[in-house]
């Protein structure tokens, strides 16, 4: 058998992760795009910086609050649902040991290990630690590091507003000759450094993750500038 390497993630350590990661890649990406899009298509349609300043913080706020709002309400429900099927494992260990006892042998061998090897660590699990062994064997759950939403959200909140924070000081800080120029060439290099962290982080391939982020956010700003180009030629 060979040595796994160093920089490869196992078991819980690479769910924590990718869970911290997907709350914090998602809330950068929607604050830099959606803002990036509000912003741009504010400055189709005129070139007040006051109005785009007003657009992009409110668009900040916002967004910061929906996501770590929407972060929240999710992982409680999955804190939710992991505590009751705790719940329903500690009776039916408390009314029905010697049956759990088997069902944890046979997901053991399932696993690769003969049945009298499976038999054997299912008897060590349960003296040890009975439920802690069901959850993890049976339901995947570590009952001492249950999703908290609280992290969640705040990571989501801060993730969005300082993705959000990139394109507004882009569109307000340079000359207006400049603003479109610079919102867009930093927002496209914002999405192409979230895209390369989020896939070095998860250890897949960085260029697909860089181009599908750096086509979304373009689409977005072409969509949001185009259509505030237009009101602003009709005169709305």
Request: hydrophobic share 50%.
């Amino acid at each position: 058998m060979t040595e796994a390497t160093h920089d490869e993630a196992h078991g819980g350590a690479l769910g924590e992760r990718l869970n911290w990661l997907r709350a914090a890649v998602l809330g950068a990406n929607d604050g830099i795009v959606s803002t990036a899009g509000l912003v741009v298509g504010v400055a189709g349609a005129m070139d007040d910086r006051a109005a785009l300043l007003t657009a992009g913080l409110a668009g900040l706020l916002a967004g910061s609050m929906s996501m770590a709002a929407g972060e929240y309400v999710s992982v409680s429900t999955q804190r939710d649902s992991e505590k009751a099927a705790l719940a329903v494992e500690k009776r039916e260990l408390r009314e029905r040991p010697e049956e759990e006892l088997a069902e944890l042998a046979q997901l053991l061998e399932r696993r690769g290990l003969s049945r009298e090897v499976a038999l054997e660590a299912a008897v060590q699990l349960t003296e040890r630690d009975a439920l802690k062994a069901h959850a993890r064997v049976e339901l995947g759950i570590d009952p001492d590091e249950l999703t908290n939403p609280w992290h969640a959200a705040w990571a989501s909140f801060l993730a969005f507003t300082a993705g959000a924070l990139l394109p507004l000081l882009a569109m307000v800080l340079p000359p207006a000759d400049w603003r479109l120029a610079v919102t867009v060439a930093s927002v496209l290099a914002a999405l192409a450094l979230t895209g390369w962290s989020s896939a070095r982080l998860g250890a897949a391939a960085p260029a697909r993750a860089v181009l599908r982020n750096m086509s979304g956010g373009a689409l977005a700003m072409g969509v949001t500038y185009a259509a505030g180009s237009l009101l602003d030629a009709a005169g709305v």
